[in-house]
Nanobody, 113 residues
Framework: QVQLVESGGGLVQPGGSLRLSCAAS????????VGWYRQPPGKQRELVAT???????NYADSVRGRFTVSRDNAKNAVYLQMNRLEPEDTAVYYC???????WGQGTEVTVSS
């Protein structure tokens, strides 16, 4: 069974950077498109970025140019590099395997002075 483990969240000042990781067990991970979502406090979950099994990416307008999603299929891992963070980026971030319909547990990101 595929299981997702997310890490990398924490408290960071505005303008800072964080790198989130989404690691999965099993070879099936490499065949999936992976999405990064976030849910700010009191708001609905929203799509942040996606990456296909071959590495094609797309981003929400709010993060384009600041965030970069990448993957290492050999390590069964997907990453979200977040630069120039803003208070509006504060949220719980989740990874999602589209074909399996599987969510991670989420990792909390807080951007504050």
């Amino acid at each position: 069974q595929v299981q997702l483990v997310e890490s990398g969240g924490g408290l960071v000042q505005p303008g800072g950077s964080l790198r989130l990781s989404c690691a999965a067990s099993g070879r099936i991970f490499s065949l999936n498109t992976v999405g990064w979502y976030r849910q700010p406090p009191g708001k609905q979950r929203e799509l942040v970025a996606t990456i296909t099994s071959r590495g094609s990416t797309n981003y929400a307008d709010s993060v384009r140019g600041r965030f970069t999603v990448s993957r290492d299929n050999a390590k069964n891992a997907v990453y979200l590099q977040m630069n120039r963070l803003e208070p509006e980026d504060t949220a719980v971030y989740y990874c999602y395997l589209t074909v399996l319909g599987l969510w991670g547990q989420g990792t909390e990101v807080t951007v504050s002075s």
